[in-house]
């Protein structure tokens, strides 16, 4: 099956903090009963990590999202991109609900990932803010890597996030957080991030979350090798806020820097629009519209839904009045 469908929500449970509530609510379902059910993960051939087939997405058809597209890149990804990246998606997209703030943590870039960890990727991230609030990224003051380590031991989280640049964000913008950048997302925001397809955190802090960092946090390589992910490069605000954007129809969402990782685009449908052929994930961010593919059935979408959009489904003509994220793989 490579027609376009929609999802239903994929919320990994027992995540280590609190949030969902405004998930459902922007997806129009009842609320849900879970206090840690913080992320939707849309379209995700990734795995929680540690812990089996969590997180991966499956088809109607009950097969995962991961196995269809193994069986049959071309169709779901197109022949140019499995001529660059092979059966690789090179995506991951969620819905994040901030219940409480999260931790100061990082990711690392993807030579750490394979030299040191064994994976494909790292991870970079942007941010599509759907509520207002307060994000903490990169440093605005320097520290040195022993004393970001001592930070850490002792759990001064207070001095951590006094290191990072606050900023206010609105519904709208866009943040791009390179691989390697301290960051934590204040309480209260929702969120749709765009990523490289893995789960793998640095964390820290973890006092006050579910989890134990001091065993989970480091990513099994000790917290003196972890640390070394992180980007200790002291960044102006005029620097960071070089990594926010505001798209306006028909402009890029992200910095140039950002497109080796993926693409992240507003499409506003004030009547038509058109959504060019490819692999993507849409979310309906507003509104409601008709989406009707070249091949396969159309769809009704409204506020809060996800859609794959396989390359076979070919262009999509969109009608109504709606506004749609489309997040994609990097280009050929």
Known sequence: MTEMVALPSNRPSARFYRGGQRISAFRGEPRGTGSHEPEDWIASV?????????????????????????????????DDHTAAF??????????????????????????????RLGHRHGKAEAWWILSPGVVHVGLAERVTAEDLRALVETQRTDEML????????????????PPGTLHAIGEGILLLEAQEPEDLSILLEWNGFDIDGREAGHLGVGFETALGAVDLTVRSR????????????GESSLPEQALEWFRFD???????????????????ADGAATLAPSCGASLEARRGATILLPHAAGEVVDTGAAELIVARPPAP
């Not at 995506?91 to 394979?114: I, W």
């Not at 005029?238 to 129809?249: F, T």
Request: a neutral charge; proline letters at 5%.
């Open 46 to 78: 990734t795995s929680v990590a540690g812990e089996g087939d969590k997180g991966r997405s499956r088809l109607p058809d009950g097969r995962f999202l991961a196995d269809a597209v193994a069986d049959d890149p071309g169709a779901w990804l197109g």
């Open 238 to 249: 005029a620097e960071i806020d070089a990594l926010i954007r505001r798209p306006a129809r």
């Open 162 to 177: 006094a290191l990072l640049h606050e900023v206010r964000v609105e519904a709208g913008d866009v943040v791009f957080v």
């Open 266 to 284: 507003r499409v506003a449908v004030e009547g038509r629009a058109t959504i060019a052929q490819g692999f993507a994930i849409l979310v309906v």
């Open 86 to 115: 092979g059966a690789d998606t090179k995506l991951l997209v969620k819905l994040l609900d901030a219940g409480q703030r999260l931790p100061v943590h990082a990711h690392p870039d993807a030579r750490f990932a394979r030299e």
